[in-house]
């Protein structure tokens, strides 16, 4: 018999500067701190009550390496956003506070924004999308579909069976 996992509870990162990292999660991504051991180690979380805290970080030793994109392990985090207007935020943020973008994509069941925090590691914002929309445009909706910067932008609006709530 396996494990039921009911779901992915929280993420903890080693970071170079604690208080650079606090201001970025707080200040660019929008998460509450809501916890401080006293130990150099933070808490953050969107809502409490359904999740006492969905990342932690922690003061990594002096000197330690950055993270590597070959290595193995972790690749990346992501964060649901509710709508297509909250991703566009999103990226108005992101280029006003100067965070480095990987790429803005379609995946067919999600508009994504890829990005790295102050110390590389990757992460991502999403917005899903609907299934009954998706399944106009594409036939996996695991996949890549193309960049999506000009509609984060607003250049052009999205695309037809593309279309985010």
């Known amino acids: 018999m396996a494990i039921k996992i009911k779901r992915t509870g929280h993420l903890v990162l080693r970071v170079k500067d604690l208080e650079r990292s606090k201001r970025f999660f707080t ?73 480095k973008i990987r790429h803005a994509v379609f995946h067919g069941i999600t508009k994504s924004i890829y990005f790295y925090d102050p110390d590389g590691n990757m992460l991502e914002v999403y ?7 998706y399944r106009k445009s594409v036939p996996n909706p695991y996949s890549l579909y193309g960049d999506i910067t000009a509609e984060l932008v607003g250049k052009i609006p999205q695309k037809p069976g593309t279309a985010a709530p």
Do not use: T
């Not at 180690?41 to 969905?54: C, I």
């Not at 917005?127 to 929309?133: A, F, I, Q, S, T």
């Open 127 to 133: 917005c899903n999308v609907p299934p009954e929309e």
């Open 27 to 99: 200040e660019v991504l929008g998460l509450p701190l809501v916890g401080d051991n006293g130990k150099g180690m933070l808490f953050f979380s969107p809502d409490v009550k359904d999740n006492h805290h969905v990342l932690a970080i922690r003061q990594a030793n002096d000197g330690a390496p950055l993270p590597d994109p070959d290595q193995v392990g972790m690749e990346h985090v992501a964060y649901e956003l509710a709508s297509f207007a909250e991703l566009q935020e999103a990226y108005r943020i992101f280029k006003e506070n100067n965070v």
